[in-house]
């Protein structure tokens, strides 16, 4: 044993006199996504594949998941250190008691708004006035239409809302039939483009509905245990994207390199970057990535308690935490 401990000993100061520095073992974390990959996880698949998360001292396994609900639920039972889940529908499990808090907001701004097609005379709110709007009975944008009209001054009874399956939407905007629909510009203009048919799209957030939408959602216990390590994380992945939105290409190619399974193709998720770009950065550039603040959590949190059937029994403050973001912010290109 004495020789073993002096041959490990004399091993180290060789090492030392050589100028070699043992390896710091990385921190392990897993994150449970929202769902499959598509063009909402380039940030992440950015930070993997360029060696971001390794850079910061973390080992990172992204995994798919089965929606925001259940990454959120996965976040409070503890198992997996962070999640990457829609804003209500983490807010939603908070409220239910799980010891869970937002500390970033990747998309800042929520893709739910408006689509219509280029030659509808359709470009701002007040010109769905007298139009057809169709929306899906019982989607998460059926409450905040109330919401976006009366934030842009027009009466429900000016517009008329034709309820439809969101799998019509498309053929109701080519056939005429209605004016306009409420999705999400990727699963509506993208597609529309991929036939040549060029369509617009108005967010809610940029119309009065400040909604933010994926967000990176952690265990309470966990954060003050291992502080550093989330805040590495958060900076690691604000860099992704940072770098994933300087070569959108180079973010496609890394992310069907990690996930060679998905099932949307290099085009389409190109096509699709711009409107997660656009969900990271709604202010533009110079905007702070992963960084909403309080004024607008506030405005959020108003609209969710009065239109989105969130309990309004806990001040907001419970359920976000700014103190895991970089200090030096993290910025759009």
Request: aromatic share 8%.
């Amino acid at each position: 044993m004495q020789f073993k401990l002096r041959h490990v000993a004399a091993g180290a100061m060789f090492a030392l006199l050589a100028g070699g520095v043992p390896a710091l073992a990385q921190d392990k974390l897993q994150m449970q996504m929202n769902w499959t990959a598509d063009s909402a996880h380039l940030g992440f698949a950015v930070a993997q594949a360029k060696g971001i998360y390794k850079d910061h001292d973390l080992d990172v396994t992204l995994t798919e998941g089965r929606g925001s609900a259940v990454a959120a639920q996965l976040v409070a039972t503890g198992q997996t250190e962070l999640g990457y889940a829609d804003t209500g529908a983490t807010l939603n499990v908070a409220a239910q008691g799980a010891p869970i808090r937002i500390i970033a907001t990747i998309w800042k701004s929520g893709q739910f708004g408006i689509q219509y097609l280029a030659d509808s005379g359709i470009k701002e709110p007040k010109d769905l006035i007298g139009k057809k709007l169709a929306v899906s009975p019982g989607s998460a944008m059926l409450p905040l239409i109330p919401v976006f009209l009366r934030a842009n001054g027009i009466e429900e009874s000016q517009v008329e809302i034709v309820s439809a399956a969101e799998s019509a939407f498309i053929g109701l905007l080519t056939s005429k039939q209605v004016d306009a629909v409420s999705q999400t510009p990727e699963n509506i203009v993208v597609p529309l483009a991929a036939q040549g048919i060029e369509a617009g799209n108005m967010y809610f957030y940029n119309n009065g509905v400040p909604i933010a939408s994926l967000a990176l959602v952690a265990r309470e216990d966990k954060l003050q245990a291992n502080p550093d390590v989330y805040k590495r994380f958060v900076e690691a992945t604000a860099l992704g994207w940072q770098e994933a939105m300087k070569d959108p290409e180079a973010a496609v190619d890394a992310l069907l390199e990690i996930f060679p399974e998905t099932a949307h193709s290099k085009e389409n998720l190109l096509q699709s970057a711009k409107f997660s770009f656009a969900s990271v950065c709604p202010g533009g550039s110079g905007d702070a990535i992963g960084v909403t603040d309080a004024e607008t959590w506030e405005k959020m949190y108003s609209v969710m308690t009065s239109a989105m059937n969130l309990p309004g029994t806990k001040p907001v403050t419970d359920y976000y935490t700014l103190d895991y973001l970089p200090e030096t912010p993290v910025t759009c290109p």
